[in-house]
C-alpha cells in the first residue's frame, strides 16, 4: 500500500518560513516526480512545484517562484518544499503527489497525500 504523508504545516506570520516533508511508503520515489499542489477554500487546486525522478530538473508555479524550493531525498524516500517569504496568499492545504513524469497537471499525479495546512498571517 502506497502512502504519502506531509507534514511540516502550521501557522506562520508574513514574511517566514516553513519547510513541509513529504514521506513515503510502499514505492522508492527514485522512480517518480514529486509534485506540490495547494488549495485554498473555495478555489481549485493550484501547481506549486514538482521536481523529477532523479532530481535535476524542476517546474515553478508562477506565484512561488524564486520563494519556494523543490527538493527529493531517494534515500529517505522524502521530498520537500522549501517555502520562504510566505505572505498571506500562500494560505492553503498542501498537497504532495508522485508521478511517473514531471508534469504541472494534477491528473498525471497518481498518488497523493492527506494534505497539510499551512496559514500565513498578515
Known amino acids: 500500500q502506497v502512502q504519502l504523508v506531509e507534514s511540516g504545516g502550521g501557522l506562520v506570520q508574513t514574511g517566514g518560513s516553513l519547510r513541509l516533508s513529504c514521506t513515503v511508503s510502499?514505492?522508492?520515489?527514485?522512480?517518480?516526480?514529486v509534485g506540490w499542489f495547494r488549495q485554498a477554500p473555495g478555489a481549485k487546486r493550484e501547481f506549486v512545484q514538482a521536481?523529477?525522478?532523479?532530481?535535476?530538473?524542476?517546474y515553478d508555479g508562477a506565484s512561488v517562484k524564486d520563494r519556494f524550493t523543490t527538493s527529493k531525498d531517494n534515500t529517505k524516500n522524502t521530498g520537500y518544499l522549501q517555502m520562504n517569504n510566505l505572505k498571506p496568499e500562500d494560505t492553503a492545504i498542501y498537497y504532495c503527489?508522485?508521478?511517473?513524469?514531471?508534469?504541472?497537471?494534477?491528473?498525471?499525479?497518481?498518488?497523493w497525500g492527506q494534505g497539510t495546512q499551512v496559514t500565513v498571517s498578515s
Open positions: 503527489a508522485l508521478s511517473e513524469y514531471l508534469d504541472l497537471s494534477p491528473d498525471t499525479y497518481e498518488y
Open positions: 510502499g514505492l522508492n520515489i527514485s522512480n517518480y516526480a
Open positions: 521536481i523529477s525522478w532523479s532530481g535535476g530538473s524542476s
